[in-house]
């Protein structure tokens, strides 16, 4: 079946530090891949997405790509601020199978100190 | 524009009662999700909507367990006889429905159900 697997936090990195928090995937059709975050007291949001291999999605100065022969989508930033100190998930959705929902990874928590 | 709202955002209740979680999605999107999320883990998926009716409920635990959408707008969640194990935060997320990877879920806030 489907799932995704990521790196299990929590993660405490100081300001301007590297950050990559690694996702990978089993999926029986052509998965798209997402990273939604969800900051403290706050709903999950979508960060970035990429729909086909090699794609790369971008925001916020974070980036992840679809990598098919490694079925991984790290989750990748070259400067963390404090404020992006938040839970991220690593996410799914085949099209090959049901057309609806996403599978989640259990999340990776991250904090950033000044 | 308004996103998806959830009410209420907490609800404690005693085991074996039943309750009801509410969901308004955004406005004009024609498909709405349920999933749940337990303390340290990823939202696990439960029922799917694509207008009125439900497309795939196998995410659904038990038979305790019953969501509908009868306008095609609001759901509602329902647990009957809840049980401790219920605990978690229940999210909805709705999207505009479109076939293939272009369509883009919206989560909403969540309730809190704690079961005592």
């Known amino acids: 079946g489907n799932s995704v697997t990521q790196m299990e936090g929590p993660v405490t990195l100081s300001e301007e530090a590297f950050l990559t928090i690694n996702c990978t995937y089993t999926?029986?059709?052509?998965?798209?891949l997402f990273w939604y975050v969800q900051y403290p007291g706050e709903g999950l949001q979508l960060l970035l997405k990429?729909?086909?291999?090699?794609d790369k999605g971008s925001n916020k100065g974070f980036e992840a790509t679809y990598r098919k022969e490694t079925t991984s989508f790290h989750l990748e930033k070259g400067s963390v601020q404090v404020s992006d100190s938040a839970v991220y998930f690593c996410?799914?959705?085949?099209?090959?199978?049901?057309?609806?929902?996403?599978?989640f990874g259990k999340g990776t928590k991250l904090s950033v100190k000044p | 524009g308004a996103g998806v709202s959830q009410t209420p955002s907490n609800k404690v209740t005693e085991k074996g009662k039943y309750v009801e979680l509410r969901c308004d999605p955004i406005?004009?999107?024609?498909?709405l999700y349920w999933y749940r999320q337990s303390l340290g883990q990823g939202p696990e998926f439960l029922i799917y909507?694509?207008?009125?009716?439900?497309?795939?409920d196998s995410g659904l635990p038990n038979d305790r367990f019953f969501a509908v959408r009868p306008e095609g707008s609001v759901s509602t969640l329902k647990i009957q006889r809840t049980e401790r194990g219920d605990s978690a935060v229940y999210l909805c997320?709705?999207?505009?429905?479109?076939?293939?990877?272009?369509?883009?879920?919206?989560f909403g806030p969540g309730t809190r159900l704690t079961v005592l």
């Open positions: 997320a709705s999207s505009r429905g479109l076939a293939g990877p272009a369509d883009t879920q919206y």
């Open positions: 999926a029986t059709g052509y998965p798209s």
């Open positions: 990429a729909t086909k291999a090699d």
């Open positions: 996410a799914l959705k085949d099209y090959g199978g049901s057309q609806g929902n996403l599978i």
């Open positions: 406005s004009g999107h024609t498909a």
């Open positions: 909507f694509q207008g009125t009716g439900a497309a795939d």
